[in-house]
């Protein structure tokens, strides 16, 4: 006869079960019902699929982290019954994968049986960078040929670029109330067999600041080995609550908080005291007048030289005295005014980005040139350079059909963006008219046209060496 295994080993069995699922993904919603908070959200991403066609944009669910963005989405394509083609900001987003993965599958029916082919394109805040080259012009090709709805998830939408946020439609996710995530908390203690004190779920749900992902986590945390969870159970499994660079810029400008205070939270946010007097640096804007604005830039660069000599003398003890006189300064310079707008990122990180994206197209353009000339690329950049752009200016329109420039490479030719976004964007128009001609008359003169001297045409130059030599 088969005995019951001992209790120790059925606990020990059931708890090991619990700890191999994260708690986050096994209680994802799976309807749109099921999503907690951001009705409204929610109803605005059900009608927009209910109904969806063609010429509906995409959407961009944009919010903090963990508020049910990327949930809904999935949800959504359940209730749908829709299939999901998921790209993230782990995968290689250039636009060659997205032309591979996203675009075929924006223009192709479902094999599954599904009604319709969902295209979710998580962190699309995040394009940026070599690795994601061309991906966000490519979104916006994908979005003007698809036959299949398309939801973007982004943290940032002001970090969208200008043609992305002009081809969707965006719906903002906010932070979750404490009272929406305690039941949500509850049912997964009663799911889970655990006997938990109320007071322990509110403390989660007040410290996770809205983020219910963050939330269950901890629940997890806390719970794992336990079947009864008691006031003083989560401190180890509290949220991360470092202050960041924007909240202390803002208690630097808005006087809320005294001298220690201010201190404190710059030992607690990741950057150190140089970035910090960038950030600083980069908000003077915001102070009320000429004077104040002296008075702030006199304290940083006293900071400054404390901020050089600990570099110089490796003596990382001044490291403190910069941080007093920078935040203390400026905050009595600010007098409490506040912030009037956003935080910005320094200027100069700004312009440090566009120069090194301008490198990138420059050495991309390069290589392309080089390849299709075959001139090495050293000496085409030393040499030639200069006579390409000369004959670029001409007929700009030209050498973007032969080089197939897009606006930032023919941007280094004519230094006008304006005018090197308009010649692209028109010859593209040409391009595509010309084609559907093309299509229009390609089997009447399959018919009627002799055939081709196929040694002449095999005698043909790579598109650009006839053009330039």
């Given at each position: 006869m088969d005995l019951p295994p001992p209790t120790g080993v059925a606990f020990l069995t059931r708890r090991t079960k619990q700890i191999c699922m994260d708690w986050a993904e096994k209680y994802r919603p799976q309807h749109l019902q099921d999503i907690v908070g951001n009705t409204t959200a929610v109803r605005q991403v059900y009608e927009w699929a209910r109904d969806w066609s063609r010429e509906k944009k995409p959407l961009v669910l944009y919010g903090k982290p963990g508020i049910g963005k990327t949930s809904c989405a999935q949800a959504l394509a359940n209730d749908m019954n829709w299939e999901v083609v998921e790209l993230n900001a782990?995968?290689?987003?250039?636009?060659?994968?997205?032309?591979?993965?996203?675009?075929?599958?924006?223009?192709?029916?479902?094999?599954?049986?599904?009604?319709?082919?969902l295209i979710l394109l998580d962190e699309a805040d995040n394009l940026h960078g070599q690795a994601d080259r061309g991906g966000a012009r490519a979104i916006v090709e994908i979005i003007a040929a698809s036959q299949q709805p398309i939801i973007l998830i982004a943290n940032d939408y002001y970090a969208l670029?200008?043609?992305?946020?002009?081809?969707?439609?965006?719906?903002?996710?906010?932070a979750l109330q404490a009272r929406s995530i305690v039941?949500?908390?509850?049912q997964i203690c009663a799911a889970e067999g655990i006997v938990c004190d109320p007071s322990v779920l509110e403390e989660i749900a007040g410290a996770a600041g809205g983020d219910m992902r963050a939330a269950v986590n901890m629940l997890y945390a806390?719970?794992?080995?336990?079947?009864?969870?008691?006031?003083?159970?989560?401190?180890?499994?509290?949220?991360?609550?470092?202050?960041?660079?924007?909240?202390?810029?803002g208690a630097v400008f808005s006087g809320r908080k005294d001298d220690t205070d201010l201190l404190r939270m710059a030992m607690e946010v990741e950057d150190t005291p140089d970035t910090i007097e960038q950030w600083?640096?980069?908000?003077?804007?915001?102070?009320?007048?000429?004077?104040?604005?002296?008075?702030?830039?006199?304290?940083?660069?006293?900071?400054?030289?404390y901020i050089g000599r600990t570099y110089r003398r490796q003596y990382y003890t001044l490291w403190r005295y910069a941080n007093a006189v920078m935040l203390i300064g400026v905050a009595d310079a600010a007098g409490g005014h506040g912030?009037?707008?956003?935080?910005?990122?320094?200027?100069?990180?700004?312009k440090m980005g566009a120069?090194?994206?301008?490198?990138?197209?420059?050495a991309g353009l390069t290589r392309k040139l080089s390849e299709m000339t075959h001139i090495p690329e050293k000496v085409l950049r030393e040499d030639f350079f200069t006579a390409i752009s000369l004959l670029v200016e001409q007929d700009p329109a030209e050498y973007v059909r032969e080089f197939q420039l897009d606006a930032d490479e023919l941007n280094l030719f004519l230094n006008d963006k304006t005018r090197a976004t308009k010649i692209v964007r028109d010859v593209a128009k040409e391009e595509k008219a010309k084609s559907k001609r093309t299509s229009g008359k390609g089997r009447r003169l399959k018919d009627t046209d002799p055939p081709g001297d196929a040694g002449e045409r095999g005698q043909d130059l790579p598109p650009g060496q006839a053009t330039l030599f």
């Open positions: 782990s995968d290689q987003r250039t636009k060659q994968v997205l032309e591979k993965v996203a675009g075929s599958s924006s223009t192709t029916a479902s094999l599954s049986g599904a009604s319709r082919k670029s200008k043609e992305l946020k002009a081809a969707t439609e965006p719906v903002q996710f906010r039941p949500r908390l509850r806390a719970a794992i080995g336990k079947e009864r969870l008691e006031a003083g159970d989560v401190h180890t499994s509290s949220k991360d609550e470092r202050s960041s660079i924007f909240e202390l810029v600083l640096e980069g908000n003077l804007s915001h102070m009320p007048d000429f004077a104040s604005r002296a008075k702030g830039y006199a304290c940083l660069s006293r900071a400054d030289e912030v009037r707008g956003r935080i910005m990122p320094p200027a100069r990180w700004r120069s090194k994206k301008q490198k990138a197209v420059r």
